[in-house]
DNA sequence: ATTAGCACTCGCGATATGTGAGTGCTAACC
DNA sequence: GGTTAGCACTCACATATCGCGAGTGCTAAT
């Protein structure tokens, strides 16, 4: 059954994949012979057509209609068949002056991110904003806001702001607060939530209460499987035959929906450098039936945030490779650049 | 033509749109009288009908169809014969806890606010956090990350954070850029951009950088007609007959995915007190052809977000009225006491 | 190994038909 | 005058039927 291919059944496969892609249609030896391949006759292919199927590449959905790839065919053909693509100098010129333009607005390329993957691949995109493991407190400051009430921030190792609100019995002086500041970002750089929580430094009931709030603080970004989720897309892929069906698309509406899923597939890409591609039972994800992933990991060090394009198994794999691969990179990059 | 109505044509128009907003089925003569109407014959629910019909409150889709509320129907029904819900004390309970539950992290309960509307009326919901008409610096931090960069972040007076990278051609410390904070928190609290850019006392090369930093930034979220906005609910919103179609379902989802509809929408909200209603032609943006929204403000002084919940015309108002009611009362008291 | 020939399959769109919920109208009724 | 029974009429919807044609699988010839 899972013997070698021909060169020809290679070309074959190859082809139906092509033209399944592009029109989205079953695709027939007649097709193939007319656009692909002039000098062979339909007979041929379709004998080839039957060993593609026999070894589970292809199939047709009745008897009369033409072939379509299975997961196995995609597999194959992202593996061993495809050329890899490669974007335009101009497109990668556009990426990399639209990442620049918002440089400095450290909340908004992620966001940009998930804009320009969907459009540049036609299908959904997922994008989480980086995440350590544990979170370790990098800088600390505190904002009085009313009387007896605070507004905390903490920069933490992955580079992300958080804040939270500081309540305390007694009215609040800024001096004071300013001066708790320095002594806990002198003594407390570095540490983890827990280290943090049983740290016995505090000499004040104010210390005190601020080492519990960023302690609180911290503890909930670890527990937080949730970090920042950004999407876009979604209706490019309602666009896709695929999705025609109501129960098609409400159920990948849905599952763009929660944010979990976003996290989930991240922690899948963070694990490996360099592009993955998932496709049909490699993707693990029961709401995400029936499609494809095609993503990678951005960052350093052990602060990886994920970028991810989600779309049927009928996709332009060489194009999701390349853009996900050119701007993971340039994502990286700056990353770098941004926070040492 | 726009005579007053019969107390029983009122009921009869009260009775469709009760019955249709159930069921979205067009509802005719016959099941008025079973279902609400016992003792009347269909005949005079017909006569009745046939009022309502050229008076513009009913239509039928055609010749042999039970009636459907016209635009101007629901807009009827609202104003004059609803009764105005109530949220059970259940469900009053669940929101308030569950605000105060996330009532320190700042940044998730305008999030909540989205999947807790969308969830709670069956639609989708769309919340912009809150915003000021001219940005004005609460608060200034500058934190040292790499040799010659800071991450500089503004408190502003909507009470929102914002961040941008500072880069500047001498090394930094931590040290002079805690003594610059200290001045600028003290001179230039309450100013706004252009008063910053304008600002003459910046002494040397880096407070200059740093003011100039801060102006840049305070102008992006002036100009920056997009705040930060959240929506839940679209699957819902697709599962509603209304959206069964393909391009209906693709049109609303695409309206969905630029972040200035929400803006807009709550643009319009924010200018009065109240719970909103917006019906058919009362909805101006052509994206949400065919759909209703229910929205109101909430907040305070100049700083106002919106929160809306988005459906078709055919939606549960009194019910969406009054957990939009209910959800921005508890928002403005949550945003008065954490920020003043 | 390749190809021409051919009978066969079956989804799809077009057409026809029956059904029934619901209407509008008229005339009788209270 | 408002209400109601009676009745012919309308029209979307569901179901059944049918022809078309793209495409297959098999066989026998090359």
Redesign the interface.
């Known amino acids: 059954m899972d013997r070698e291919l021909t060169e020809r059944q290679q070309a074959v496969l190859r082809m139906i994949v092509a033209e399944y892609v592009a029109t989205a249609v079953p695709v027939g030896s007649g097709t193939i012979v007319r656009k692909y391949a002039p000098g062979v006759s339909p007979a041929t292919v379709r004998n080839d057509m039957v060993t593609l199927a026999s070894a589970g590449y292809v199939y047709h959905p009745h008897t009369s209609a033409g072939r379509i790839p299975s997961d196995k065919g995609y597999q194959y053909y992202v593996r061993h068949l495809m050329q890899p693509g490669e974007l335009s100098a101009d497109e990668k010129r556009m990426i990399v002056h639209l990442f620049h333009q918002i440089?400095?607005?450290?909340?908004q390329w992620v966001q940009l991110a998930a804009t320009l993957l969907a459009q540049m691949t036609g299908n959904a995109a997922l994008v989480t904003a980086p995440r350590v493991a544990r979170a370790e407190l990098?800088?600390l400051?505190l904002?009085a806001?009313?009387e007896r009430?605070a507004?905390l921030?903490a920069?933490l190792g992955e580079?992300m702001?958080h804040?939270?609100?500081l309540v305390h019995s007694e009215p609040l002086r800024q001096e004071e607060l300013?001066q708790i500041v320095?002594r806990f970002n002198q003594t407390l750089r570095g540490r983890a939530a827990e280290e943090i929580a049983e740290w016995d430094g505090a000499r004040t009931d104010l210390e005190r209460a601020v080492r519990d709030c960023l302690a609180?603080l911290m503890m909930?970004v670890d527990r937080q499987a949730v970090p920042r989720v950004w999407q876009?897309?979604?209706?490019l892929l309602?666009?896709q035959p695929e999705f025609?069906s109501?129960e098609k698309?409400?159920e990948i509406?849905?599952a763009f929906?929660q944010p979990t899923l976003a996290v989930e597939v991240a922690d899948a890409l963070i694990e490996y450098p360099g592009v993955r591609v998932m496709i049909g039972d490699e993707v693990r994800w029961s709401v995400l039936r029936g499609c494809a992933v095609v993503g990678a990991r951005y960052g350093a060090d052990r602060r990886w945030g994920a970028i991810a394009v989600v779309g049927p198994t009928r996709m332009r794999y060489d194009r999701a490779i390349a853009t996900i691969q050119y701007v993971s990179e340039v994502m990286t990059d700056l990353w770098a650049k941004?926070?040492?």
Chains 1, 2 share one sequence.
């Open positions: 440089e400095r607005d450290l909340g990098q800088h400051e904002i806001t009313q009430s507004l921030i920069l580079g702001l804040q939270q609100l300013d320095r609180e909930r876009a897309g979604l209706s309602l666009a025609a109501r698309a409400q509406t849905r929906e941004l926070c040492g």
